[in-house]
């Protein structure tokens, strides 16, 4: 059972749009939800994260809505750019000793010029 | 970056040799991991580490053993690698704040 989903599978944007990619969980004992960004060739990298606490967060033309009733969240990237073609991973873990992040398949975007 | 190192970067290697992968941290962190990452799979856990000698499974665990000796260093074995494991192996680290920094990689192929 794959319990963290992305969608869509991958995406294509103009410059200057909107990217949304989604995410949903299954164990509702998860209380942290990070998106990781990466490039070809590269480790993943934190891009931004979020807590149950809120129900938004932002950081500068990223920006992460949680749901937590319906047990989604998502990635908005407003003002996309060429540079922002990558892969994007949400996950999800519960926080304390011997936290571990379970992972989405991943997304990859690729933002026209 | 995040201070990990993963040696070597690129291996190639037959089936049925041992392999083994390093990982090695400057940040003094106590929980450290080892991932694999395929295409259509996303990155998936193979083992963990909670301190010196320390470890526990992951989701795919088999054909896989870890040794930690020093905080510093987490070491990932393939016994007697088969093609299967084929794959990008990364190591992650993780913070007081839950966040996971990972290593670049290390791209290994077992012919």
């Known amino acids: 059972q794959q319990q963290v989903k992305q969608s869509p599978q991958s995406l294509i944007v103009q410059k200057g749009g909107i990217s949304i990619i989604n995410c949903a969980y299954e164990?509702?004992?998860?209380?942290?939800f990070p998106w990781y960004q990466q490039f070809p060739g590269k480790g993943p990298a934190l891009l931004i994260a979020?807590?149950?606490?809120?129900s938004e967060k932002k950081e500068g033309r990223f920006t992460i809505s949680f749901n937590k009733s319906a047990k989604q969240f998502s990635l908005h990237i407003m003002d996309s750019q060429p540079g922002d073609s990558a892969t994007y991973f949400c996950?999800?873990?519960?926080?304390?000793?011997?936290?571990?992040?379970?992972f989405g398949k991943g997304i990859t975007l690729s933002v026209r010029p | 970056d995040a201070g990990i190192t993963q040696s070597p970067r690129h291996k190639v290697t037959e089936t049925g040799t041992p392999v083994t992968l390093r990982c090695h941290q400057t940040?003094?962190?106590?929980?450290m991991y080892w991932y694999r990452q395929d295409p259509g799979h996303g990155l998936r856990l193979i083992h963990y580490?909670?301190?010196?000698?320390?470890?526990d499974k992951g989701e795919v665990s088999d054909g896989y053993s870890v040794s930690r000796s020093k905080t510093e260093d987490f070491l990932l074995t393939l016994e007697s690698a088969t093609s299967s494991q084929t794959s990008v192996y990364f190591c992650?680290?993780?913070?007081?704040?839950?966040?996971?920094?990972f290593g670049p990689g290390t791209r290994l192929t077992v012919l």
């Open positions: 992650a680290i993780r913070d007081l704040t839950d966040t996971q920094y």
């Open positions: 164990n509702t004992a998860f209380d942290y």
């Open positions: 979020i807590r149950p606490d809120v």
């Open positions: 996950a999800a873990s519960k926080s304390g000793a011997n936290s571990k992040l379970t």
């Open positions: 940040e003094n962190h106590r929980y």
């Open positions: 580490s909670y301190g010196v000698k320390d470890t």
